[in-house]
């Protein structure tokens, strides 16, 4: 089972924060699970939600506004290049894509690095929308997807054949050991989000769970050498 930092590492430092990166970074995590959206003049910021919080309350919308704007409400606001760079190919990137997100400034920066020497196994692109994984998959063919759902396990197999992956990140509240045992058995890669136990994530290995995306990556790698910088 392999232990995947949940933005970053959510539960020790900010979200989607270069803060939370090095974090997960430090930690040995295997892989880096990140949230990103697309600015005004084309940016590719990492954060959940389609807006910027503001101090008064406001709510400044990621499309309606360049970068240097929203890092003025948000000075912490990191790019998808920095994470890069950041991270250089010491661990695998899981980016997920929003699905009202323009995917081609994504696109395009991917490419940079994949032409730059990048492995396309450097990145993984999630997303829970089916049209914006095909989108994803017409233009980046070479780089492997996920397919993320919070509900349906039906449902995500369904668009996994679809899409042409066998990597589903599924909500742990509708997983049950029996069907990671039936799934695992069928080829399928589950990922289980947010799974912060220990003792439960253990139990689903054992029918054959591939990977624990988790705020907390400090309780699952213990005993792992950190990154040097």
């Known amino acids: 089972m392999i232990i995947i930092g949940h933005r970053g590492a959510k539960g020790l430092a900010p979200e989607n924060t270069l803060a939370a990166v090095k974090t997960a970074l430090n930690l040995g995590v295997d892989e880096i699970e990140i949230d990103v959206r697309v600015t005004k003049d084309s940016v590719v910021i990492l954060n959940h939600d389609p807006f910027i919080p503001g101090h008064l309350g406001q709510e400044f919308w990621i499309t309606h506004h ?107 509240q509708v997983l049950w050991s029996g069907y990671i045992r039936m799934m695992s058995r069928r080829g399928f890669q589950i990922y289980a989000y947010p799974l912060n136990d220990p003792g439960r994530a253990r139990k689903w290995a054992d029918k054959g769970l591939f990977g624990t995306i988790t705020d907390f990556p400090d309780r699952f790698t213990k005993g792992r050498h950190k990154i040097s910088e």
């Open 66 to 172: 360049t970068y240097s704007e929203l890092k003025e409400h948000k000075p912490d606001l990191a790019t998808l290049d920095e994470v890069i760079k950041l991270v250089r190919r010491k661990k695998t990137l899981l980016v997920e894509v929003k699905p009202d997100v323009n995917i081609e400034p994504i696109v395009k920066l991917v490419r940079q690095y994949l032409n730059k020497g990048w492995k396309s196994s450097d990145f993984l692109l999630g997303s829970f929308s089916k049209e914006t994984l095909l989108d994803l998959n017409s233009s980046l063919p070479q780089v492997q997807k996920v397919v993320n759902e919070r509900w349906s396990g039906i449902r995500a197999v369904r668009r996994a054949r679809a899409i042409g992956t066998k990597r589903l990140s599924m909500n742990q």
